[in-house]
């Protein structure tokens, strides 16, 4: 019972307590009739900077100044300007100025993609948490539920195309907020490792493509020393089923045998899916050309785009960790598989040193450390180096069509002159024809002895066709004395032909070398490469006269062409040959064809190159043929040049016919500086 003192203060603590809730929301009201005074444009620049302050994770900063008042929300919910900025502020944009055109990168198409790129990249860091935490569950943790399966593509999709313009930002939102690494371990160890021990050789999927295509892209040299031994086993076992299945696991844009491109075909006809599967008998091989192209929500638009292919990324990630899976025991890789080939074994070889054709100086330090593995890792701070990777993946979706227009060459002129150094892996010959006939466990083994592997440095010379050099080829064949022919060098008449009476050079082609057969590096057979000053002439063993190919240089001007001067060729400035052989070339000019010639060593002995690429989509074709009395024959390889100069792809044997499986194993190599 209160006292009547008490009583009488009851009212007053009361009066108090209203007294003090008028005077805080007078003040609130004050406050945000001062934020309500501040203009527009003032207000976006407090706003970025709060937002800013904090450079990973979503915006979050901007919550306190929504919840202020409803003119405050008004504002900032509504200011387009503010958001794409936080946009560019929180994600890489000069690649997407550098591959879109203006009307694709809008205010309102970046606040579109900033809110979207959110909400994927929160879903992505939930399942990173729920695989970290998947212990505290009983059963399985609830990664991706069945109606999320298209969720999990689009998050896959927007990683992918984040670290193809990654400058840093990309990167970071994506390893150190969003813990993709975690995210594509859960895939890989809940998904398709599983996978691979329950059935061997799975089926190629766009979300496995994607998956290891990231696991190649966020590794790093600190990830790869930290990896467990024990998840490391189980990825090599992965890798290996997938690099060495090659009658399963495609690498290539379209069928390596085309060269000319694209096919002509029905125009109602539709080739089938990449990841359409047919039934094959043992050995066939799969000579469908297939349709890569798929629609991806990306921009406010349907982006078409080629799925990224497996096969090339698993190769990548199988030479970054074959060094270390062999220093934790693993199976080591030696010469010891039995190979074709592999008879003899030089310790010691001796490199050639000397060459008279047009296939380069053998004065090549054929010295190559192997011992920390080839450095095959992704850029992760310059998204110019995935440009070309960026211009296949938008272009090559279908080989009946013309590969879509693009400012740069897939295989940018001069990158494949020079001295390149790596390494070929190979299976154990009875092991591989096991797999080809369906025994899976062939390609997982561990056994030491199936595997094998050998360095190898190659010195390449780089040759183009441009459209400037028909011209000088009429001139070159019309001429009596010929500046660069020694066939023409002499006083003599050209001769005529019985038949016609006309000169043998008048049917001469002035045009790009035409294709040849597949297993010969697409080159016609007997085709002759002689080195004169400025480039190579070409001869064709059913064609009169020759081509000459311009020489290309890895370090000169945006086409790669080399400036030849008198010194190079041994003869003095008023020489002809090197005035026409060195005619200017427009910068803008493109390039048409680019052939290729070198020399080699591996421990097999010295061999030489010669091949060509494919303008359809970079595709590099070399004919390695080794030499001397020991010659172990001629092997083919095919690849492609990915960001960072990592060039890689797969070598097949040229006796086996191309409807059937070929021998066949794995090379990377890497430019030597």
């Known amino acids: 019972m209160y006292s009547a003192s008490s009583s009488n203060e009851l009212p007053n603590r009361v009066l108090v307590s209203r007294n003090s809730e008028d005077v805080y929301r007078s003040r609130k009201g004050q406050r945000a009739n001062a934020l309500n005074g501040i203009p ?12 800013t302050h904090t450079p990973l994770g979503p915006p979050s900063g901007l919550l306190p100044l929504l919840l202020t008042c409803k003119n405050i929300q008004n504002s900032l919910s509504g200011s387009l300007s503010l958001y794409s900025r936080i946009f560019r502020s929180q994600f890489d944009i000069k690649a997407l100025e550098r591959r879109f055109p203006r009307d694709w990168l809008t205010s309102q198409v970046l606040v579109h993609e900033l809110r979207r790129r959110w909400v994927v990249l929160k879903r992505i860091r939930h399942t990173a948490r729920l695989w970290r935490n998947r212990h505290k569950y009983d059963g399985p943790a609830p990664l991706w539920a069945r109606d999320e399966v298209g969720n999990m593509t689009d998050e896959l999709w927007t990683a992918f195309l984040m670290l193809l313009e990654s400058d840093g930002r990309n990167r970071e939102q994506l390893v150190e907020w969003a813990n993709v690494d975690s995210y594509l371990e859960a895939y ?48 090599m076992g992965l890798l290996r089923s997938v690099v060495f299945g090659v009658h399963k696991y495609d690498m290539y844009f379209a069928p390596w045998f085309y060269h000319d491109l694209p096919l002509q075909t029905d125009p109602d006809a539709q080739p089938p899916s990449r990841f359409h599967e047919f039934r094959r008998r043992a050995y ?30 698993a190769i990548l990630c199988f030479f970054l960790r074959l060094r270390r899976a062999e220093a934790a025991g693993l199976g080591q890789t030696g010469d010891t598989a039995r190979h074709p080939g592999n008879l003899n074994l030089s310790a010691q070889p001796t490199p050639s040193t000397s060459s008279n054709q047009a296939t380069g100086s053998a004065d090549v330090d054929y010295q190559l450390d192997l011992t920390q593995g080839l450095c095959l890792f992704a850029p992760a701070h310059d ?32 990158i494949l002159d020079g001295t390149w150094e790596g390494v070929f892996s190979f299976f154990d010959f009875d092991a591989f024809q096991d797999m080809l006939v369906g025994t899976a466990s062939a390609g997982m083994d561990q056994n030491p002895n199936v595997l094998g592997q050998q360095p190898q440095v190659w010195r390449i010379q780089e040759y183009h066709w441009v459209p400037s050099l028909s011209s000088y080829n009429t ?45 010969n590096a697409h080159m016609p057979v007997g085709t002759r490469m002689e080195e004169v000053p400025g480039g190579i002439e070409v001869y064709q063993p ?30 003095n400035e008023n020489n002809p040959s090197t005035d026409s052989a060195t005619a200017s070339v427009e910068s803008n000019e493109q390039v048409l064809d680019i052939l290729l010639t070198g020399t080699g060593h591996s421990a097999w002995g010295s061999f030489t190159l010669r091949g060509r690429v ?60």
């Open 542 to 571: 059913t064609k009169r006269g020759c081509l000459f190919y311009r020489r290309a240089s890895r370090v000169g001007s945006e086409l790669g062409v080399a400036p030849v001067s008198a010194d190079s060729s041994g003869e």
């Open 284 to 313: 066939e091989a799969d000579l469908v050309p297939r349709n890569n192209a798929q629609r991806v929500p990306y921009l406010g638009r349907q982006l078409v785009i080629s799925s990224p292919i497996m096969a090339q990324a």
């Open 383 to 414: 998204s110019s180096m995935h440009d070309n990777d960026w211009d296949r993946l938008i272009a090559c979706l279908d080989p009946y069509v013309d590969s879509y227009p693009v400012e740069r060459p897939f295989c940018r002129p001069g």
């Open 40 to 51: 527009p444009e003032l207000l976006d620049e407090i706003s970025y900077h709060v937002v």
């Open 188 to 235: 890989v160890c809940g998904m398709l490792i599983p996978r691979r021990k329950a059935i061997g050789f799975y089926p190629e999927s766009l979300e496995s493509s994607l998956v290891i295509w990231l696991a190649w892209l966020v590794m790093d040299e600190d990830a790869l020393h930290h990896e467990h031994t024990s998840k490391l086993a189980d990825y």
């Open 475 to 519: 001139r070159n064949t019309e001429s009596q004395r010929s500046p660069i022919s020694p066939m023409h060098r002499s006083n003599a008449p050209i001769p005529s032909s019985p038949e016609t009476g006309k000169s043998v050079l008048d049917d001469v082609e002035v045009g790009p070398l035409p294709s040849g057969p597949p297993l």
């Open 614 to 673: 494919r303008p359809w989509d970079g595709l590099v074709t070399l004919l390695k043929e080794y030499s001397g009395p020991q010659s172990r024959g001629q092997w083919l390889y095919r690849g492609y040049i990915h960001a960072g100069g990592n060039w890689v792809g797969r070598w097949r044997d040229t006796v086996t016919q191309l409807e059937y499986c070929g021998y066949e194993g794995v090379y990377a190599m890497r430019a030597r500086h």
